[in-house]
């Protein structure tokens, strides 16, 4: 069954009034699964009213709990007609996955085809996000590898359009191009134009960059191919599946990139892979975290220490934390655009074990909290502008004194409004 026949079964274009519907909305949101913030991003055009035709049903749906997800949240394509499939001869476990699909809550007699496009509805019209197999997911984050790939061909003109492939190298996938994957790493090819395979010394880190910049990820390995070389299906669509198998296996006609280490213990100044291992933990920030008093460091050994030191010492740990590369992390950036909301908690057990300042968890989410100010706060011992009581020794302040007014809506960042 094509792509094109699935949508045409759920949506009611022929019913209803012709009509061209657009919605942008920003990778920030999409990466936590909403679609609800319009803003810089990418568009997306509508595929028609769900729901107006009589015996077929479509449904958004979360893929792994297959509970039915409301307006507005980013979920599986599920649909349900008296034309549907009954599946592939004899692919019994397959098409009983696949075509005979049963959602949880709420339940129901209906069996559903699960399309594995993902998308949402916004004011009753269908929106497709992307596809469920290409989808990244790095530290609970969604990032779509086309907005990765459409980020890095906007770098330069020395870059082929239409020929980038981005793909996740897991832990335990030995690369012939230097060392396997750690955790969950991101690695994209480009093609070169033809007649310019000279001077692109700086396009790598340039990618690296932008990347990081506009979605708040880090590429481990980032290879720029020669032209015409990039693996793409026969409708001329980039083989994601086939760019990784290629590049796994050394295939792959490189010009100039590789790998990149995000910042080691060996490079945080001492103590770092302990905070690291601490702040990576099973129980999160909260395990281990000194009392009042009883910091895992010497405070006036970090006071005493230059802002230059402090500043590559927590780049080199905001780095591990982020799976970022200490040198692409923005200083004045807010740290919700660099960090997920679990790296910002983290952060918090991590700036009182190595650095012995104690900051609420409001103050890390707000807009202004950046790697600078964070940097004059641990300079410092303490944040004047934070409500939280500090540790005797560790610099302190009244919480009646600039106290900043709770957020009704929880951490900036983590929810969007339709404006």
Known sequence: MSAQATYLHGVSANIHPVRTAFYRCSHVCLAQGLSDEVGKGRNFVGCGNVGGIE????????PESCEVVGDLR?????????????????????????????????????????T??????REGELY??????????????N?????????????????????????????GEETTTGGGGV????????????????????????????????????????????????????????????????????????VKGGRKDFGSAADDGGGGADAHDDARGEQGADQGRPSSGSFSVDPALIRGMAEAEILQKLLAHMGQLSSLPPDTIS????????????????LKGLLEQAYAVTLSDEYLFREETCVAKLVDIIKLGYAPDDSVNFAEGGGGISPEVNAPTPSATGPPGLCCTVS
């Open 55 to 62: 015996g077929i049903e479509v449904r958004i749906v979360e």
């Open 128 to 141: 497709v996000s992307g596809r469920l197999k290409d989808l990244i997911i790095v530290r609970g984050r």
């Open 331 to 346: 200083q004045t950036a807010p740290l919700t655009t660099i960090m997920d909301s679990m790296s910002v908690s983290q």
């Open 183 to 254: 955790g969950e790493d991101v690695g994209v090819v480009m093609e070169v134009r033809d007649g310019k395979m000279t001077g692109v010394e700086g396009l790598v880190e340039e990618i690296r960059e932008r990347v990081m910049q506009e979605h708040g990820l880090g590429l481990r390995w980032v290879c720029l191919l020669e032209p015409k070389t990039v693996p793409k299906t026969t409708s001329g669509k980039i083989a994601r599946a086939w760019c990784k198998r290629r590049f796994l296996a050394g295939e792959l006609k490189i």
């Open 143 to 171: 990032y779509y590898p086309q907005d990765v790939e459409g980020c890095v061909e906007s770098v330069s003109d020395k870059l082929r359009p239409g020929c980038c492939g981005c793909f996740v190298v897991s832990n």
């Open 74 to 114: 980013v979920g599986e394509i599920w649909v349900t007609s008296g034309s549907k499939s009954a599946g592939y001869y004899g692919m019994e476990e397959t098409n009983g996955e696949v075509f005979r699909a049963e959602i949880s809550e709420p339940k129901g007699p209906e069996r559903w085809l699960r």
């Open 116 to 121: 594995g496009d993902l998308g949402f509805v």
